[in-house]
Each structure stands twice: as structure tokens, then as C-alpha cells.
Antibody
Framework: EVQLVESGGGLVQPGGSLRLSCAAS????????MNWVRQAPGKGLEWVAS????????YYVDSVKGRFTISRDNAKNSLYLQMNSLRAEDTAVYYC?????????????WGQGTLVTVFS | EIVMTQSPATLSMSPGERVTLSCRAS??????LAWYQQKPGQAPRLLIY???TRATGIPARFSGSGSGTEFTLTISSLQSEDFAVYYC?????????FGQGTKVEIK
């Protein structure tokens, strides 16, 4: 059974940092692109970042470029999101999501999410 | 960036009815469209990818169609567990973008 379990969310002040983690199990982790997708309270879904199987390619939504860094450790079956210079608009539930097998990036399995709240 | 537009924003339906949700892309995305279902307090669940391929374990009452810029998700006979928000997402071009969602509520 595919499982994705996020951790690391919490309360942080503007300008602060957080590191999110996602522990993956039940599938061959290094065979899939992995992603972070977020959802602000009461709002829709927004893709945040993606990383290739070997970590050689990374993509970010424009609003987080230069502030967030996606990474992975295939030996530990883990995905990470380092979030720096946090802003109020980064407040959201952050989901770890696995890429599916068809072309392009879509999300066939999701974690339960971890809440990040940026407040002053 | 490809903009995805869903309509309507809300649908009020009764159990057993046929439901049709629409999603439009601002430019052609071939058949690279996914649909997700999200219930309150839960993570989204993949229903359809490649415009018409059902994901693992998804009931046959869910079907997707379309190509280019116009897409449809159909629920053939609405069940109580289907009341939720539905999102479309294009997986043709970076950045991968979602529609704003359609809420299917009980009439």
C-alpha cells in the first residue's frame, strides 16, 4: 500500500523558516517524480514544486522561487521542502504527492497534509 | 501559464442524478488532463488522468472525456459519497495548473 506521511508543519512568523518532510512507503520511491502541492484555507489547490527521480531536475511555482527548495533522499525514501523567508500568503496545508505513470506531472497518491501557518 | 477554468462553481444535485462538470484550458493540452475529488478535511483523490483513464479503484460511474481545450467529468448516477469538490489539472505543460474547483452539493 502506497503511503505518504508529511511532517514538519507548524506556526512561524513572517521571514521565518520551516522544513517539511514526507516519508514514503509501499512503492519504489526512486522511480517517481515527487511533488509538493498546497491549499490555502478555504481555497483551491496549487502546485508548489516537483523533483525528478534522481534529483537532477527541480521545478517551482514562481511565487516560491528563491525561497523554497525541494530535495529528496532516495536512500531514506523521503522528500523534503525547505521553506525560507516565509510570508503570510504561504499559509496552507502542504501535501506531498507522487507523480503518476502517464506523461506529464499529475498526482496519483497524496499524503494527509501538514499545516503551515505564517502569522505575525 | 495555462489557465484552467471550471464551470459551474457549484452544482446542487440529488442522489441518482447524472452530473456533468466542465473544465476549459486556455490553450490546447491535448489529452493531458486529470480530475480529482476532495472531501472536507481530506486530501484530494485522483479520479481520472489522460482525460479519460480512470485511476485505480475508481468506480465506473466516473468518466472523463475531451481533448484540446474542452473537457468533461461525468458521474452517471450520483451517490451520497460523491458530494465533494472536484478539481481539474493539466499535466501537459509546466507549470502544472489546477482549475478553481466545482462543488457538488446536495439539493
Amino acid at each position: 500500500e502506497v503511503q505518504l506521511v508529511e511532517s514538519g508543519g507548524g506556526l512561524v512568523q513572517p521571514g521565518g523558516s520551516l522544513r517539511l518532510s514526507c516519508a514514503a512507503s509501499g512503492f519504489t520511491f526512486d522511480s517517481h517524480w515527487m511533488n509538493w502541492v498546497r491549499q490555502a484555507p478555504g481555497k483551491g489547490l496549487e502546485w508548489v514544486a516537483s523533483i525528478k527521480q534522481d534529483g537532477s531536475e527541480k521545478y517551482y511555482v514562481d511565487s516560491v522561487k528563491g525561497r523554497f527548495t525541494i530535495s529528496r533522499d532516495n536512500a531514506k525514501n523521503s522528500l523534503y521542502l525547505q521553506m525560507n523567508s516565509l510570508r503570510a500568503e504561504d499559509t496552507a496545508v502542504y501535501y506531498c504527492a507522487r507523480d503518476g505513470v502517464a506523461p506529464g506531472i499529475y498526482y496519483d497518491y497524496w499524503g494527509q497534509g501538514t499545516l503551515v501557518t505564517v502569522f505575525s | 501559464e495555462i489557465v484552467m477554468t471550471q464551470s459551474p462553481a457549484t452544482l446542487s444535485m440529488s442522489p441518482g442524478e447524472r452530473v456533468t462538470l466542465s473544465c476549459r484550458a486556455s490553450q490546447s493540452i491535448s489529452s493531458y488532463l486529470a480530475w480529482y475529488q476532495q472531501k472536507p478535511g481530506q486530501a484530494p483523490r485522483l479520479l481520472i488522468y489522460g482525460a479519460s483513464t480512470r485511476a485505480t479503484g475508481i468506480p465506473a460511474r466516473f468518466s472523463g472525456s475531451g481533448s484540446g481545450t474542452e473537457f468533461t467529468l461525468t458521474i452517471s448516477s450520483l451517490q451520497s459519497e460523491d458530494f465533494a469538490v472536484y478539481y481539474c489539472q493539466q499535466h501537459n505543460n509546466w507549470p502544472w495548473t489546477f482549475g478553481q474547483g466545482t462543488k457538488v452539493e446536495i439539493k
